[in-house]
T-cell receptor, first 115, second 114 residues
Framework: AQTVTQSQPEMSVQEAETVTLSCTYD???????LFWYKQPPSRQMILVIR??????QNATENRFSVNFQKAAKSFSLKISDSQLGDTAMYFC????????????FGDGTTLTVKP | DTGVSQNPRHKITKRGQNVTFRCDPI?????LYWYRQTLGQGPEFLTY????????KSRLLSDRFSAERPKGSFSTLEIQRTEQGDSAMYLC????????????FGPGTRLLVL
């Protein structure tokens, strides 16, 4: 069974600053994907960034980057130059290669970007 | 591409009543997923379809829950004899079914059982 843990229920950051959201996971599989999703208030969830477990290079998408530590089973999200529109709930999730359907999500971190 | 749509967006019902939700995936997406999200928690997987075939069901999906995707396009999720514990956001997602698929989520249907 897979588990995903997000230990920070709430975080805040000043506009234009950098913030890091933590995520740890547990799986017995070697091949899996990791994701960060963003769920703005009253809006639908969208994918922020994904990481394939076999890739050592950390994924980046514009202001968003991850720190993937496979041995430690850690997958943190760094948001640089935070913007007011980044205010949302952020979910970390995992999915093993051989199970196309089931993603396992953490309980989320509510991020507030303050002006 | 209009995205994943779900109807209704909100549903209030009395305990014991049946409810049905609909999900319309992105055109040509052959995988469709249902998740349930309760307040303060992340989405929990319920079931998924590859075209019209239901390939996996979570243990969360009790006998009162049934999902269909009759023609491999839209899907319905029915809850019979609703209970207060069924109150949650029900999320639908779809994907192309390729190896590196991305799941695209709909806005969800928020159910409140009184």
């Amino acid at each position: 069974a897979q588990t995903v843990t997000q230990s920070q229920p709430e975080m805040s950051v000043q506009e234009a600053e950098t913030v890091t959201l933590s995520c740890t996971y547990d799986t017995s599989e070697n091949n899996y994907y990791l994701f960060w999703y963003k769920q703005p208030p009253s809006r639908q969830m969208i994918l922020v960034i994904r990481q394939e477990a076999y890739k050592q290079q950390n994924a980046t998408e514009n202001r968003f980057s991850v720190n993937f530590q496979k041995a430690a089973k850690s997958f943190s999200l760094k948001i640089s130059d935070s913007q007011l529109g980044d205010t949302a709930m952020y979910f970390c999730a995992s999915r093993i290669y051989t199970n196309a359907g089931k993603s396992t999500f953490g309980d989320g971190t509510t991020l507030t970007v303050k002006p | 591409d209009t995205g994943v749509s779900q109807n209704p967006r909100h549903k209030i019902t009395k305990r014991g009543q049946n409810v049905t939700f609909r999900c319309d995936p992105i055109s040509e997406h052959n995988r469709l997923y249902w998740y349930r999200q309760t307040l303060g928690q992340g989405p929990e997987f319920l079931t998924y379809f590859q075209n019209e075939a239901q390939l996996e069901k979570s243990r969360l999906l009790s006998d009162r829950f049934s999902a269909e995707r009759p023609k491999g396009s839209f899907s319905t999720l029915e809850i019979q004899r609703t209970e207060q514990g069924d109150s949650a956001m029900y999320l639908c997602a779809s994907s192309t079914g390729t190896t590196q698929e991305t799941q695209y989520f709909g806005p969800g249907t928020r159910l409140l059982v009184l």
